[in-house]
């Protein structure tokens, strides 16, 4: 129970962070035509996972309750981009390319097929 506690509460943390950050770009930017809000958010999302799991891994600073709390939780409801370029890269470090390349080329693929089902979907209603 502690754990989907530590989940919801960062979830909620990082998704209001997420609408913060990118409404700022948005506002920012005066109504840019690309979504460099979703953009900004990713990237800052990566460089934080990049960093965060490399202290993680090399140093050993997180209990499992904290990794709970900021690497699912909070960059979670951040960006979910996050922990897909966080795994593939370790896979990459793990020097598994084919595994790398699956993953890249599911998660895109697939997301992608995946978002056009659902418009049909929501077409035939």
Do not use: K
Not at 84 to 111: I, K, P
């Amino acid at each position: 129970m502690l754990g989907i506690m530590l989940v919801g509460v960062g979830g909620f943390l990082g998704s209001v962070l997420r609408y913060l950050v990118g409404g700022w770009v948005h506002r920012l930017l005066d109504n840019p035509w690309f979504p460099y809000g979703t953009l900004v958010v990713n990237l800052v999302g990566c460089l934080v996972i990049g960093f965060l799991g490399g202290l993680a891994d090399n140093r050993q600073v997180f209990s499992p309750e904290s990794r709970l709390f900021v690497f699912i939780g909070i960059l979670g409801g951040f960006t979910t981009f996050s922990s897909f370029a966080y795994e593939t890269s370790a896979f990459l470090n793990d020097g598994q390319v084919v595994a790398a390349s699956f993953n890249v080329g599911l998660q895109v693929l697939l997301g992608l097929v995946a978002v056009w089902i659902g418009g049909c979907l929501s077409r035939l209603l």
